[in-house]
């Protein structure tokens, strides 16, 4: 198949999720699309494939759990720890941790090796297939979910092959990431929706180019980013710089008039509208 129609159906999938409401996203078909960009040349069919064994036996399992079905979290969790981690091998990679295949779905059902929030995808995937609640949580540094029942919530790590994190665990992860001095605090569990998750995803891949020092790479990445998520205030404005580097001021202008348009009051708001200032004065 040739690459250039792929990426562009690809892209043309991201749009319509983009007009989606979160809850209507298809978090495993969404993050396809994102990989069939990132490598056309990887073979999305056999992923696809593999998702949609995953979910069969998903369905099977939780069916033959009646504790896990009848709303113990621990359960579930040992039930898709035991499908996604003991049958299928998915576990987080710590020899290459910044290899971009870690972000990638089709790259990852591949080897079995992800980043945190990529294994945290197919967990949600999977979950979702038995009917049953997870949600990704906004804990800062490392992808976390939440798997809930008519008994409460327990928190598991994806990239630890599902370990369940009581609060000791938690406060101590919490401290890598903000030092010593950090406590647990309300909102580091929230639940997020299916949309950030996916952002969190492709910012991953988009920080990696950067740090790569590929600017027209990540700023492509951004730019399907924004395909999923519009109405991401802060990811217009990542457009505009990433333009405005690339000397693409016409593109970077419409970039900031997205953004202030989302954005309309405030410091970040005075500072794209000055930004835009001294790139017309360019322009003439």
């Known amino acids: 198949m040739d690459a250039s129609f792929t990426a562009a159906e690809a892209r043309a999938a991201l749009d319509a999720a983009g007009q989606l409401p979160d809850a209507e996203l298809d978090l495993a078909a969404v993050a396809l699309q994102f990989a069939r960009i990132d490598a056309p040349e990887a073979d999305a069919a056999a992923a696809a494939t593999h998702l949609s064994e995953l979910v069969r036996q998903a369905v099977a399992m939780a069916m033959a759990d009646p504790e896990a079905d009848a709303g113990d979290p621990a359960r579930r969790a040992a039930v898709l720890g035991t499908l996604l981690h003991g049958h299928f ?29 990529a294994l945290g995808l197919l967990w949600l995937h999977a979950a979702e297939a038995a009917g049953w609640e997870a949600h990704g949580l906004d804990f800062p540094g490392h992808f976390l979910l939440g798997i809930a029942g008519a008994r409460g919530m327990v928190v598991v790590d994806p990239f630890h092959g599902g370990l369940v994190l009581e609060a000791p665990a938690l406060r101590s992860l919490l401290k890598q990431f903000e030092g010593e001095q950090a406590e647990l605090r309300p909102g580091l569990l929230a639940a997020i929706g299916k949309r950030p998750v996916l952002l969190r995803l492709q910012n991953n891949l988009k920080l990696r180019r950067l740090r790569a020092g590929d600017m027209p790479g990540a700023l492509a990445c951004t730019e399907d980013i924004l395909r999923l998520a519009p109405r991401e205030a802060q990811m217009w404005r990542d457009a505009a710089i990433m333009n ?33 200032v001294e790139l017309r004065q360019r322009l003439n």
């Open 244 to 276: 405005q580097r690339l000397d693409r001021i016409g593109a970077a202008l419409a970039c900031l008039e997205h953004f202030l348009a989302l954005t309309p009051e405030g410091e970040a708001a005075e500072r794209a509208r000055a930004l835009a």
């Open 89 to 117: 091998g998915y576990a987080g990679d710590q020899d290459s941790y910044d290899d971009p295949a870690n972000a990638n779905l089709i790259r990852v059902t591949e080897r079995r090796r992800g980043l945190p929030v």
